[in-house]
């Protein structure tokens, strides 16, 4: 799947050392923002965003000394796409034990595009809880956003056309760490972070 | 996945695999606060019942509401199906009111698939049961039940020991499980009387035995077939305490099975008949379980017969987790 992931015409934006960099400076404007790690909550948006926001989490851990609770959100069942493609597979939400409510809840996503799906995001957490406020941190800003919605904590912003293709990739999940950008061959343009 | 769900034989194991894992995420959501997703949100789920049922439809019932569905509850009773309406004019009754899906039990064997393939209308068919023929939901959520306490929540049932046994002949659960169960890699025995198997078992991907006690002590999973009375009508064993005596699962046989093995029983149950009150009420009884998993199942169904665009044609499952992840 991995391999399926990377077209021949991709090229690096961010290598793996830059992308360590980005997420310790996105885990310190946590940090700062929120006054140390009380009430946070991180909540990644798999499959890749999941993966970030545990890195987020050690990063916190080695600032602040204090575990902040990480967990997953699915936003499959709440996609306004739905109807537009197959029934998708749908991937693991983990909520944290502690729940959401009254918690600072930082959603951690790969990619910030059309923001479908984070608006997907905020409905799938009003099902679960209330939290005292929702903070959005990316890795990649690329532009083209459909929805009135913005990152509080940014990777990288990275402008780009719409028939470009922004790739993540994670060790966890890829084998390596690496943002690509696909040129405009053949590129679909249905990234829809 | 197929548009329809007529079969357990309609999944192949990805399929299968796919509506558990599906089913599995689903589960969670019995433990939050607002037990409601918005995703079928505008589609019209009917229910189409022609024969007595209360865990099935209420099951269905209860899947498609927690997809936010609009759900019309059909019965043959009361309606004009007692006036002698045919399928044919139901069906299009139900179409001109715009059904998304319709889930339909019926006493004739082939009733869904002929919905399903006769014309009459747009939407998926799922078979809640039809006659003796099948039941896949059944299966499906017979087969999530065994995943949870015999292979860890995950992949499939590979070399996994299931005993099936009673009115195979009447039993609609057990030809769909069987079906099922023989793609998910189980070796399913059948217990039976010789005249409650079916003629041609032995085509089916199961062996079969006519002694209980045998089939029991290395078994991983025992599930019980309810007795069909109202589908008997010649003797097909001498009295009811006879069949009890040698098919019936009573404290001493269930002694037999390994310590992990589970107890399971499609429902509803003849208590003291083919399962004594003390087998039902055991630990290892996942009986009321089964029901709760029977709402995860049936909604993991609906969702992906009807929660994506209607392509009618069977879909590329990595094409799916990419867009998933877009």
Known sequence: MSAARTPDDARTVLDSAEIARALTRVAHEIVERAKGADDLVLLGIPTRGAFLARR????????????????????????????????????????????IDDKVVVLVDDVLYSGRTIR????????????????????????????????????KNIPTSTSEKVLVLVSEHDGEDAVLIAGHGGARAEENA | MNRHLLSAADLDRDDALLVLDTAAELASLTDRAVKKLPTLRGRTVVNLFFEDSTRTRISFEA?????????????????????????KDTALT???????????????????????????????????????HEHPTQSLLDAFTMRRHLAGGKGDLEGRRITIVGDVLHSRV?????????????????VAPPT??????ETWPCATSYDLDSALKDADAVMMLR??????????????????????????????????AIVMHPGPMNRGMEIAAEVAD?????????????????????????????????????????????
């Open chain 2, 196 to 201: 409650l198997l079916p003629v041609g078992v």
């Open chain 1, 120 to 155: 997907a995001a905020l409905d799938a957490m009003n099902d679960i809880g209330r939290p005292r406020a929702v903070q959005l941190a990316v890795l990649v800003d690329r532009g083209h956003r459909e929805l009135p919605i913005r990152a509080d904590y940014v990777g």
């Open chain 2, 227 to 260: 007795v069909q009375r109202e589908r008997m009508n010649a003797s097909f064993f001498p009295s009811a305490r006879e069949y009890s005596r040698r098919y019936g699962l009573d404290a001493r046989r269930m002694a037999l099975l390994p310590d992990h």
């Open chain 2, 94 to 132: 139900l179409e001109a009111m715009g059904a998304d899906a319709v889930v339909i039990r019926h006493h004739a064997s082939g009733a869904p698939h002929r919905l399903a393939h006769s014309g009459w209308i747009q939407g998926s068919v799922v078979n809640a049961g039809d006659g003796t």
């Open chain 2, 282 to 326: 055991a630990d290892r009884s996942v009986i009321v379980e089964q029901v709760s998993n029977g709402v995860s199942v049936r909604m993991a169904v609906l969702y992906l017969l009807l929660g994506g665009a209607q392509l009618g044609s069977p879909l590329d499952p990595s094409s799916q987790l990419e867009t998933a992840e877009a």
């Open chain 2, 63 to 87: 899947a498609a509401k927690r997809l936010s569905a609009d759900v019309i509850n059909f019965s043959a009773k009361g309606s004009s199906v007692s006036k002698g309406e045919s399928l």
């Open chain 1, 56 to 99: 987020v989490a050690e990063r916190i851990r080695d600032i602040e000394g204090a575990d902040v609770p990480v967990g997953s959100l699915d936003i499959t069942m709440y996609r306004d796409d739905l109807r537009r493609a197959p029934a998708r597979a749908l991937l693991p939400t983990e909520i944290p034990a502690g729940g």
């Open chain 2, 174 to 190: 057990a030809r769909s499980n069987v079906l099922l169960l023989a793609t998910l890699g189980a070796e399913v025995t059948l």
